[in-house]
């Protein structure tokens, strides 16, 4: 059972564009979410998180979006740069679950100069 | 050093073996996680740590699987007649506790043949 999912394994993106990621999730006991970012051979790294109380979160050229009623969660990347072409994981905690976190499949983005 | 380690980076080994995996997490990182990857998925929890103690194991698989963390530091995953399925790669990550962000080590590649 896939709880947090992501359905494009892989997006190509103009440098300079804007990048959509979407994520969507089935379990509403979800209360906040986080997207990875991950190069081959390295392990993910931390980018954004957005707790369910809010519905946006932008930091830089970063921002993640909440539908909570949609079980949804975007992340969107504006200017797209060749630098961030890697695999993107979205995650998701559940507040009583400590800070186990539940992975969805990734999508690969490539950013073409 | 200043991220996580894990060693060895890979390993190969034949069915039926054992196998340890270990991870250094961050220096005064009290809380840690075990992940494993499979080809083509999103990292899956095996199992947290806070302190010495398992705080949450739900995610091993099946009782081949064992975690320790005597001293509160360094862990060491092991896995006891190896199966072809546990291939994978296997992830570590330490926080400073519950609620803070998590730092992942470059994590193990195993392969049992």
């Known amino acids: 059972d896939q709880q947090v999912k992501q359905n494009s394994p892989s997006l190509s993106v103009q440098e300079g564009r804007i990048s959509i990621l979407n994520c969507d999730y089935t379990n509403s006991m979800f209360d906040y979410f986080l997207w990875y970012k991950k190069y081959p051979a390295e392990g993910p790294t931390f980018l954004i998180s957005?707790?369910?109380?809010?519905d946006k979160n932008e930091d830089g050229r970063f921002t993640v979006f909440l539908n909570k009623s949609a079980k949804h969660l975007s992340l969107h990347i504006v200017p797209s740069q060749p630098g961030d072409s890697a695999v993107y994981f979205c995650a998701a905690r559940r507040g009583s679950s400590g800070d186990k976190l539940t992975f969805g499949t990734g999508t690969r983005l490539a950013v073409r100069p | 050093g200043a991220g996580v380690s894990q060693t060895p980076s890979n390993k190969v080994t034949e069915k039926g073996k054992y196998v340890e995996l270990r991870c250094d997490p961050i220096?005064?990182?009290?809380?840690l996680y075990w992940y494993r990857q499979s080809l083509g998925q999103g990292p899956e929890f095996l199992i947290y740590?806070?302190?010495?103690?398992?705080?949450?194991d739900s995610g091993l698989p099946n009782d081949r699987f064992f975690a320790v963390r005597p001293e509160g530091s360094v862990s060491t995953l092991k896995i006891q007649r190896t199966e072809r399925g546990d291939s994978a790669v296997y992830l570590c990550?330490?926080?400073?506790?519950?609620?803070?962000?998590?730092?992942f080590g470059q994590g193990t590649r195993l392969t049992v043949v």
């Open positions: 740590f806070q302190g010495t103690g398992a705080a949450d």
């Open positions: 220096s005064g990182h009290t809380a």
């Open positions: 990550a330490s926080s400073r506790g519950a609620g803070t962000e998590a730092f």
């Open positions: 957005i707790s369910s109380i809010k």
